[in-house]
């Protein structure tokens, strides 16, 4: 089984302050992991994924995430937030073998002038 | 190379009416999934299919929800006598045949309101 949980449903951060948005999964295989991002009424949108390799991952728009095995989690962070990073943010897993990906409930970000 | 193609973009139905939400894959993919979204509820999996074929169902409730991907043509979803708790936008997503690592790429959604 797999399952993903984002802490924080909501998250506040001031134009230009580190963003870190946390995800946890639970696993009993290697998994697959993921960022997408949503804009308000629209469709998601892949930040960037965790395969195989290199445990820092970058993505677009500058944000990046690391897998860390012994945590299980795979954090989004980007050191400066922009107005237009302002969007729901979903972690999703998929373990090896498993073709569906599972989503967390989403972060929403929000970011202040 | 279009993107997933969900229409209508907004459907509104009456309760009893049924409604139908369409989906065309990326070309050359031949995997669909359905996704449910609810406010502060993330996106809940309802099914996966391949061509011809329902592979996981697990996530669709058992009555007056129901899922096609044919031969030709786009994939449907299908709700009969809809409620309002029916209401909600539903995605659908779709990959290619390999799935090593592959991301699920998602369409722009259907909002569906029942009134």
């Known amino acids: 089984a797999q399952s993903v949980t984002q802490l924080g449903s909501h998250v506040s951060v001031s134009e230009g302050a580190l963003v870190l948005l946390r995800c946890n999964y639970s696993?009993?295989?290697?998994?697959?992991l993921f960022w997408y991002v949503q804009y308000p009424n629209q469709g998601l949108q892949l930040l960037l994924k965790y395969t195989t390799g290199a445990t820092l991952v970058k993505g677009i728009n500058g944000f990046e995430a690391e897998f860390k095995k012994s945590e299980t989690s795979f954090h989004l962070t980007k050191p400066s937030a922009h107005m237009s990073d302002a969007a729901e943010y979903f972690c999703a897993v998929q373990a090896g073998g498993s073709y569906i990906p599972t989503f967390g409930r989403g972060t929403s970000l929000i970011v202040h002038p | 190379n279009a993107g997933v193609m969900q229409n209508p973009r907004h459907l509104v139905r009456r309760r009893g009416q049924e409604a139908r939400l369409r989906c065309s894959p990326m070309?050359?993919?031949?995997?669909v999934y359905w996704y449910r979204q609810l406010p502060e509820e993330g996106l809940k999996f309802m099914v996966y299919l391949q061509k011809e074929n329902i592979i996981d169902e697990s996530g669709m409730p058992k009555e007056r929800f129901s899922a096609e991907f044919p031969k030709e043509g786009p994939s449907i979803l299908r709700i009969q006598q809809v409620v309002r708790g029916d209401s909600a936008a539903y995605f659908c997503?779709?990959?290619?045949?390999?799935?090593?690592?592959?991301?699920?790429?998602f369409g722009q959604g259907t909002r569906l309101t029942v009134v």
């Open positions: 070309k050359g993919h031949s995997h």
């Open positions: 997503a779709s990959s290619p045949p390999d799935r090593s690592g592959t991301e699920a790429f």
């Open positions: 696993s009993s295989v290697p998994p697959y």
